[in-house]
């Protein structure tokens, strides 16, 4: 099993930045671990992933050039560092691990998630 709990969330002003963390407890070997948000109304959607090793990652169209998702093993920890932030990424983000270490971006794959933590930009 996997624990995992977001903080970093808050109100920012369109053009903000803020930084997301996700502390993982339990198994904590070989996990790839990746963000989604929900913003209300919406489905759940895929922001980014790293895998275990944190050689590789994944971006939605989004947010590439925005975003940057990056792992401390040694911390069981991932960071999302979200720079120029806007109004529509205003949502709950949910940290997400799933075994093996490979990323994804279907929700589906992911077995364990976080309780969320909400990101609030004013226009």
């Known amino acids: 099993q996997v624990q995992l709990v977001e903080s970093g969330g808050g109100l920012v002003q369109a053009g903000g930045s803020l930084r997301l963390a996700c502390a993982a407890s339990?198994?904590?070997?070989?996990?790839?671990t990746a963000w989604f948000r929900q913003a209300p109304g919406k489905e759940r959607e895929f922001v980014a992933a790293?895998?275990?090793?944190?050689?590789?990652?994944n971006y939605a169209d989004s947010v590439k050039g925005r975003f940057t998702i990056s792992r401390d093993n040694a911390k069981n920890t991932v960071s999302l560092q979200m720079n120029d932030l806007k109004f529509e990424d205003t949502a709950v983000y949910y940290c997400?691990?799933?075994?093996?270490?490979?990323?994804?971006?279907?929700?589906?794959?992911?077995?364990?998630w976080g309780q969320g933590t909400q990101v609030t930009v004013s226009s």
């Open positions: 339990g198994r904590t070997l070989a996990i790839a």
């Open positions: 790293i895998n275990w090793s944190g050689g590789s990652t």
């Open positions: 997400a691990a799933r075994l093996g270490g490979v990323v994804s971006t279907d929700r589906g794959a992911y077995k364990f």
